[in-house]
T-cell receptor
Framework: GQQVMQIPQYQHVQEGEDFTTYCNSSTTLSNIQWYKQRPGGHPVFLIQLVKSGEVKKQKRLTFQFGEAKKNSSLHITATQTTDVGTYFCAGPRAGGTSYGKLTFGQGTILTVHP | DVKVTQSSRYLVKRTGEKVFLECVQDMDHENMFWYRQDPGLGLRLIYFSYDVKMKEKGDIPEGYSVSREKKERFSLILESASTNQTSMYLC??????????FGPGTRLTVL
């Protein structure tokens, strides 16, 4: 079945360092979404990418969707302690009545040392 | 502001009890979901509903059932709770092709 893999599983950085998490799908995706879950919280939608090669920015966060629409990345410039949390990518499920069902990656847990 | 609410943040039940987890969304979303989240296993879909009274099994439906009698409400039922169902349960809703909005979660402990 469809798989969405994320690496790394964990990342520990010093405040001010950059951070990148990568997402790879076993199938071509019509779009990809990114979510952030703060410790003790629930996943919160960050962004959706739809076009091949698309790049979107949200302040210090840069999201990319690969040309083949099978991979994506999230890059954070100059991390801050507020960036701590788990970052998930998610893609629509292939086949069947998808109706918005997503396959989530395992997530990357980011910790930031002040 | 969009909102998904869950009936309890924390719940403790005994093995064999029937457990009801309630979820309500106020965004008029078509789709509603129940996920469970466990360390190292990510978010796993239990059940999904795309319309009132319509449901589909997710990846791990065994031991669970659901009910959606009204568009805004989606209930997860543990017919006979077991210790391996101790987990964080997250309800969510969406319109197809758009962002999923999650509730705050219910941390269920089965003793």
């Amino acid at each position: 079945g469809q798989q969405v893999m994320q690496i790394p599983q964990y990342q520990h950085v010093q405040e001010g360092e950059d951070f990148t998490t990568y997402c790879n799908s076993s199938t071509t995706l019509s779009n990809i979404q990114w979510y952030k879950q703060r410790p003790g919280g629930h996943p919160v939608f960050l962004i959706q990418l739809v076009k091949s090669g698309e790049v979107k920015k949200q302040k210090r966060l840069t999201f990319q969707f690969g040309e083949a629409k099978k991979n994506s990345s999230l890059h954070i410039t100059a991390t801050q302690t507020t960036d701590v949390g788990t970052y998930f990518c998610a893609g629509p499920r292939a086949g069947g009545t998808s109706y918005g069902k997503l396959t989530f990656g395992q997530g990357t847990i980011l910790t930031v040392h002040p | 502001d969009v909102k998904v609410t869950q009936s309890s943040r924390y719940l403790v039940k005994r093995t064999g009890e029937k457990v009801f987890l309630e979820c309500v969304q106020d965004m008029d979303h078509e789709n509603m979901f129940w996920y469970r989240q466990d360390p190292g296993l990510g978010l796993r879909l239990i059940y999904f509903s795309y319309d009132v009274k319509m449901k589909e099994k997710g990846d791990i439906p065994e031991g669970y059932s659901v009910s959606r009698e009204k568009k805004e409400r989606f209930s997860l039922i543990l017919e006979s709770a077991s210790t391996n169902q101790t987990s964080m349960y997250l309800c969510a809703s969406s319109n197809s092709g758009r962002a999923i909005f999650f509730g705050p979660g219910t941390r269920l402990t089965v003793l």
